[in-house]
């Protein structure tokens, strides 16, 4: 079953932050699909991939998640 988390996400202001942080939640073991939402700062990932993980490959693309 698959789960839906959304993150609140700082940093991110343009075309170019919103790619970077959606191949960065691809990257992450067990995410069917990943998306943000620039306007709102809302990352939604869908999938059974750990919220840790999540976070540190979003971390790990210099953004904060908050």
Do not use: H, P
């Amino acid at each position: 079953m698959s789960n839906v988390i959304e993150m609140k996400i700082e940093g991110a202001g343009c075309q170019n932050c919103v790619d970077a942080i959606e191949k960065a939640l691809n990257g992450v073991a067990g995410v069917a699909a990943a998306s943000f939402d620039l306007a709102k700062g809302i990352a939604t990932v869908e999938g059974d991939a750990d919220t840790e993980q999540l976070k540190a490959a979003i971390e790990d693309a210099g953004y904060e998640v908050v």
